[in-house]
């Protein structure tokens, strides 16, 4: 079983949840964040990505994580955000689209990170991993809450979703640009706190869907403190999660981009691309979609993909293989085998600065728009992966490529904030 537990979150005040909160942190560049900040200098951007604040220096300089830990006290010196006090659970609800998505938010166990009860299906990249780090080190404080799924035991999801049901009111609300409402309810009465922890024993597992870097970041942290003699118990040993039901969740493909051919040119690349693939030129895309259609029939007996080069969309099958296992099944696996690795030469996918990534809940456009101004070369929208396919793979102690997933609801950061200061 998981161990989850109640904390005292940092909050923004009544009336101010509406300036502070923000997109995650790796959803957005540090020029898109820089102009977010420009429009709203409340914005909690000004923590989670501080390095907007300081465009002239690394965005791993040490001034950088200060900045972040500065304009976080800040916004709690000012009266902007103030911690509960007491310890509570809280209930997210997100309604977008027309989805409606509620999670569970608690605090989770370091140890059950180490010991695999709460499994990833994804490597981290060190950059990353260590940035986050750092971050949280600074902040003295978990910002940005990882994503978790839960398979559903003892009706865990309509239990959850009873506490905020008739006309409950939550603690805070945002509406995004894009329409959506994002709502937090704390959870303090103890009866229903004690339904939750007595339901949740019955849950073996919890799978990260969104959040590898900030879960094994915190982890990290706790490690080296441990390793320096410092105390490790208490909230240090413990990060923020959010755990939703995993049948009421949605994957989005997560696109590659490359800034160079390598040793080929658009021609050759294509040719030897065609050794590997059946490559068919495709037409139009609607570039305001999240997912290219595939055209060719029975999809699932394929693996698709659709590239971008030098103005023009392809569609790129090959047939799966049915003696395969779950992770050479993946899409991405077979890219990365067959054309990232064996015809470009990139075989560390967290590492290689000639592979970048773009989620899913991005437009297709802006792939386009990316590759069209020449800061890359090319770029491949990838097919989402089911749900069920990541927790069997996790539960197989497979480790998917890199960004394989892109995970919906993303939650906004500065809404909910685990400190442990």
Wanted: net charge neutral; charged share 25%; hydrophobic share 40%.
């Amino acid at each position: 079983m998981v161990t989850i537990y109640r904390f005292a979150a940092v909050r923004p005040a009544p009336g101010e949840a509406q300036s502070i909160a923000a997109v995650p942190y790796d959803v957005v560049t540090a020029d898109e964040a820089r102009a977010i900040i420009k429009a709203n200098p409340d914005s909690f951007l000004t923590v989670s990505r501080s390095d907007a604040d300081l465009p002239d220096i690394s965005p791993h300089d040490d001034r950088v994580y200060e900045r972040a830990r500065e304009n976080f006290r800040a916004l709690i010196a000012n009266g902007r955000m103030k911690k509960d006090d007491r310890p509570a659970m809280y209930v997210y609800r997100i309604r977008q689209e027309g989805d409606t998505f509620i999670g569970l938010c608690c605090c989770l166990d370091n140890d059950d990170y180490r010991t695999n009860r709460i499994r990833r299906h994804e490597l981290t990249r060190y950059d990353k991993e260590e940035d986050r780090t750092r971050h949280i080190g600074a902040v003295k404080a978990h910002d940005g809450p990882v994503v978790l799924l839960y398979r559903d035991a003892d009706n865990l999801f309509s239990y959850i979703e009873s506490l905020i049901a008739g006309d409950k009111k939550p603690d805070a609300e945002v509406t995004t640009p894009q329409g959506g409402i994002h709502q937090i309810f704390a959870i303090t009465d103890p009866h229903a706190l004690d339904g939750i922890e007595r339901r949740f024993r019955d849950v073996a597992n919890l799978y990260i869907a969104d959040g590898h870097h900030r879960a094994k970041a915190a982890v990290n942290l706790a490690d080296r403190k441990k390793a320096a003699g410092e105390p490790t118990d208490g909230e240090i040993g413990r990060f923020m999660g959010v755990l939703f039901a995993h049948d009421r969740v949605k994957i989005h493909g997560y696109s590659r981009l490359l800034t160079d051919l390598g040793k080929y040119t658009p021609e050759t690349f294509l040719a030897g691309f065609g050794k590997r693939y059946t490559v068919t030129p495709y037409g139009t895309v609607d570039g305001s979609g999240y997912n290219i259609r595939p055209h060719i029939a029975h999809p699932e007996k394929y693996h698709v993909m659709h590239l971008y080069l030098e103005g023009k969309w392809y569609e790129c099958t090959r047939p799966v293989d049915p003696a395969a296992g779950p992770l050479d099944v993946l899409d991405v696996a077979v890219l990365q085998k067959f054309v990232l690795e064996g015809m470009l030469g990139i075989t560390d996918p967290r590492g290689d600065a000639r592979l970048q990534y773009l989620g899913g809940a991005r437009p297709v456009a802006d792939l386009e728009k990316l590759v069209d101004a020449g800061k890359y070369r090319l770029a491949f929208a990838m097919q989402p992966v089911r749900v069920g396919t990541v927790l069997s793979i996790a539960d197989a102690g497979g480790v998917m490529p890199p960004k394989s997933t892109w995970f919906e609801p993303k939650l906004l950061s500065g809404l909910v904030i685990h400190s442990f200061d």
